[in-house]
Every structure is written in C-alpha cells, then in structure tokens.
C-alpha cells in the first residue's frame, strides 16, 4: 500500500511539473505579443487583420507584422504604404511578409517611411490577403498611420553614365541612443525609380568615418556596412566619449565615387 501511495504522489508531482512548464510557455507568447504595439484591427469578409510593431512608427527603417485569424496557417500578403499629400501621392521601400507566419503567429515585413506624416500629408497601407487555407481573397486598409521624424533619412544625388540625375534614399537606423564604445547601426538604400517604385540597392560599397569636430579627432575600431538583404547594410560605428559627433558615409558603385552623406550625432 505504501508503494502504491509513493507511485500516485510522484505521478502527481509529475503532472504538476509539466502543468507548470506549460503555462511558462502560454505567458511567453502573450508577453511577446503585450511587448508589441498594436497599430490597428481591419475586417474584410470576416477575415481580421491586425497589425503590430515594436516601436512607433517613424522615418527610417521599421518592422511591420500581421497577425491574422488564429485558423490561418498559410496566406500570401502583399501590402501597399502610400503617402497622400495636396494633388499627389507617393509610396516608399518596403518588403512583403513570407506566406507563413514566424513563431509567434505573425507576419515579418519592412517599411522605410522617407517622410514623417502631419500638416504635408497622411500614410495609410492597403494590406491584400490572399488567404490560403480557405482559399479566399481579402482586402483592408489602416490608414491615418502616425509617422514621426527623425532626420535620418537623406537624398544621394549621383550621375548615372549617360550624365542622367539619380536619386538614391538612404536611412541610417539604430544609433536612436547612442552611447559611448560600440553601436551597431543599419543602413538603408534604394533607388528612386518613379513616385512608386523604390528598388533595392544591393552592389554599392561603404565606408563610415566618425568624427568629433570639436575635439579634433575620430575613432578606431568601426566597421564598414556590408550587405545583407533588401536594401539594408550593417555596420558599426564607434564613440569614444559623448558629445557632438558627425558620421561620413562614402558611397562607392563599380569603383565609382558616389558621393558622401553626413549625419550628426549629439549624446
């Protein structure tokens, strides 16, 4: 009897055990999505689309995720950013998510805001969902999206080899809160082929020269931007100590010279 009594009470604690590790798991994934903002909620057809970000959104670089009805496993999306200013409209650089969702049920994308919306216009994003599993078609809007300014993002204006003006738009994301020693930053580039079209950028060369003008002198240690996927370069740039920095950026494309885009840095 006693053996059978030691046998329940371990199965219990068993129980118990995998009890308590499931619910770790349920609070992980609410927590990840608490942590996110929630833009907004569209209906079309009784299909719910919402959508997330990590951040508010502003001019530069942003992440961008739907989340769909929980029965939707597989759906292809495709989505639109429009700026509509007085008697003219724009779009911008963006991705389109992958037709499965990651981990926490949701939607990767990329939008790169070039203008913060207020008195010169409005940003919404008409999202095309075509719904794999019930193969049906949907569409929403979230407009009215509110986009703030960071004076990160600049115009590179270069020749291309018949003397035409190119305009390139190029973001520098990451370096929000500085501080000193190293900080990973992330560039973005793409070419302005029309009011709506905005490819990537993919075969230009960087260089990155921080400087403190006021002290005369830069840092060591800063790695040059590489290449990595839809327009964006990673690098890292180094600060020796607060104050009022400038950061060179060289472009390079096919052992031409682009040109150089500043920014300023004040911590």
Same mark, same amino acid.
């Given at each position: ?50 959508? @997330? ?11 961008? @995720? ?24 724009? !779009? ?6 992958? &037709? ?8 990767? &994308? ?6 913060? !919306? ?49 305009? @390139? ?27 709506? &079209? ?6 230009? !060369? ?5 400087? /403190? ?22 690098? &890292?740039?180094?600060?020796? /100590?607060?104050? @009022? ?23």
């Amino acid at each position: 009897m006693k053996l059978q009594i030691l046998l329940l009470v371990l199965l219990g604690s068993l129980f118990l055990t995998q009890g308590c590790e499931k619910n770790d798991d349920e609070v992980n994934e609410i927590i990840t999505t608490e942590n996110m903002i929630l833009v907004g909620t569209e209906q079309d057809n009784g299909l719910s689309v919402e959508m @997330y970000v990590e951040e508010e959104l502003k001019v530069g670089l942003n992440k961008i @995720y739907f989340k769909l009805d929980d029965n939707v496993t597989e759906a292809q999306i495709t989505h639109k950013p429009m700026m509509y200013m007085t008697g003219m409209k724009h !779009s911008c650089p963006y991705s389109n998510p992958g &037709s499965t969702p990651n981990e926490d049920g949701l939607f990767e &994308s990329e939008v790169v805001f070039i203008m913060a !919306s207020g008195e010169m216009g409005s940003w919404d994003d008409t999202v095309s969902v075509q719904n794999m599993d019930a193969n049906s078609t949907h569409t929403v809007v979230f407009d009215d999206l509110s986009v703030s300014e960071t004076n990160m993002k600049k115009n590179l204006v270069s020749l291309d080899a018949d003397s035409n003006q190119v305009i @390139y738009i190029v973001t520098l994301n990451g370096l929000e809160n500085p501080e000193v020693g190293t900080n990973e930053f992330t560039i973005t580039v793409h070419k302005k082929a029309s009011m709506m &079209s905005f490819p990537e950028v993919a075969d230009i !060369s960087l260089t990155v020269e921080p400087r /403190m003008p006021d002290m005369g002198h830069g840092s060591d240690g800063n790695i040059n931007p590489v290449y990595t996927e839809n327009g964006k370069y990673e690098g &890292s740039v180094v600060f020796s /100590m607060t104050g @009022y920095w400038t950061i060179d950026f060289d472009f390079v494309m096919g052992g031409e010279d682009m040109g150089t885009i500043q920014y300023e840095v004040n911590f």
